[in-house]
């Protein structure tokens, strides 16, 4: 992935190939240690020789957190202030642009508590001229459904939040049903639930794009593709693809092992699909990610 990453960086804008790791807040003394997962120090070197423009955002997991660390978060501002320092102590010291947050997905029934979160941490992140990256969840919006995260969290956070990395991919299982990995009217759907009207606002929006794809057996089994592995299906059972015009995806059907399988992977067509999307409303985009797709899919950025 990292050459690749480094040929085609003048492409890019943002790069996440680090993760930071929040494992630990100390109730008494509210006292946050951040740690680095992984860090790719050639790879950094690499990007940053190739463009001077691109920004290096790594994604801040906090790991083994109960509920009750994140209520002393809720409710002790200096506690939130704490936990930004310690973060924003390990981006200065790496140099690093920024920080992409995942914290909505699993708190996202105390949303009130979470945007005062984000708030007070992207505070103290933008006084070190530090970018903030939030990570945002898709929805299948039934009539009547609680709104994961609609428009008044998006107006409430626009102040403070620099990019919001919208998921608009795992469609199907995350339904447990066989089928495209992102629709593209599904993709449409979620993007108005947040800014239903054509504005300057969507440009903080970034329309996630699948670089990987799932097979899933008759059997019930389901299993991520990367590139490597759909090449090999390609040549080994000579399968045609099919295009779904509804989800504007390809299908490919085959079997192996006398079991028949589907699998949904991008291909060129697909990702000019949501390339034009992203163009029509007026959003940006990000890829998950770079390393599982096929090096032609950089032909279109």
Known sequence: MEPIIALFTL???YMINIALSVPLILPQEMLCIVSLIVIFTDWVRSVRENSNDVKIVPRVMFEGWSMNDYNMLFTSRDGAVDVAKSIKHVLLLNNFDGVVLELWGQLQHRKSELIQ???TMAEVLHDANLLVILVI???VIPAGGDIKFGTAEFEALLPHV???SYNTY??????NSVGSNSPIGWIRQNILQIVPEHSEKRKKILLGINFYGYDFS???GVQAVLGSSYIEVLSKHKPKLK???????HRVEYKSQSQPHVMYYPTLKSIQARLQLAEELGTGMCIWEIGQGLDY???LL
């Open 11 to 13: 492409a890019l804008y």
């Open 117 to 119: 979160l984000i708030t």
């Open 137 to 139: 969840p898709t929805q």
């Open 162 to 164: 620099d990019l919001f």
């Open 170 to 175: 795992d469609f199907s299982v995350t339904q």
């Open 218 to 220: 008759s059997s019930g």
């Open 243 to 249: 295009w779904e015009q509804e989800s504007m995806e």
């Open 297 to 299: 899919f950089f032909d």
